[in-house]
């Protein structure tokens, strides 16, 4: 028996692995990198007080040791590099789709996302888009003036995009799909009380899922939740942040 009880919190749920996980590897790196070893340094020099709402020291301890296994997942089982899937997965969030349903992103939108994040140079930009376009992942290409006025409401400006194409879309649910199955293989392990545990926190994990891209992507709210309002039930998390 599958932990989640209908088929409307299972797209609920798989659609919250999907955007966390773009951000736990991607923005959430940049975080951990920059802000988190400060905040360490501060609480374990009692600067900063533990209560009973502090984040337990597990937490940390599992993201240590998730971060490296996401990467052995995406490196040996799926035949990608993280940045390689990362930037896959940037165009699936934030590409706008074209007449055939695939998603496109300006390519100097792409450009000011590595450079900003991950500090690369135009140069190693160009030569990963290229090695990208070599494995059948994204095309290249240009859009016309009206294309891109469909698109992305201006037609004035860089027409340079690229395109998530089938095969790249394929290698995202790959990885997504080796995860699954680490979760479903766990959740069998476990005994009937921590099933029972898992099940009854699961709308805990798709409230605060929601809740994250309502705060942080609102514009991405409708898109990702069509089927009903994502407002109700979250206010209370709001009014915490």
């Not at 006025?149 to 997504?176: C, H, T």
Request: aromatic letters at 10%; glycine letters at 6%.
């Amino acid at each position: 028996m599958g932990l989640i009880s209908s088929d409307e919190d299972n797209k609920t749920l798989l659609r919250f692995f999907q955007d966390f996980l773009f951000f736990g590897i991607g923005e959430f790196l940049g975080f951990l990198k920059t802000a988190l070893p400060q905040v360490m340094i501060q609480y374990r020099s009692n600067a900063m007080k533990p209560n009973s709402n502090d984040l337990p020291e597990e937490v940390f301890h599992a993201v240590a040791a998730l971060v490296p296994r996401l990467i052995y997942v995406a490196e040996e089982e799926c035949g990608v590099d993280p940045i390689e899937l990362l930037v896959l997965w940037h165009i699936r969030h934030f590409g706008k789709p074209n007449s055939e349903g695939q998603n496109v992103v300006l390519r100097h939108d792409l450009t000011r996302v590595l450079k900003q994040n991950f500090h690369y140079s135009d140069a190693n930009v160009s030569k990963l888009i290229e090695e990208l376009q070599e494995k059948g992942f994204v095309l290249r290409a240009t859009l016309s003036a009206r294309e891109r006025g469909e698109l992305f409401g201006d037609q004035d400006g860089s027409k340079l995009m690229v395109l998530l194409r089938p095969l790249g879309d394929a290698k995202i649910e790959q990885f997504k799909a080796a995860l699954r199955s680490r979760f479903d293989k766990w959740s069998l392990d476990q005994s009937s009380a921590i099933r029972l545990a898992t099940r009854k926190f699961l709308p805990v994990v798709i409230r605060f899922a929601r809740w994250l891209v309502a705060h942080y992507e609102p514009e991405r709210e409708a898109l990702l939740y069509p089927e009903s309002t994502t407002s109700s039930g979250l206010e209370d998390l709001g009014k915490q942040s």
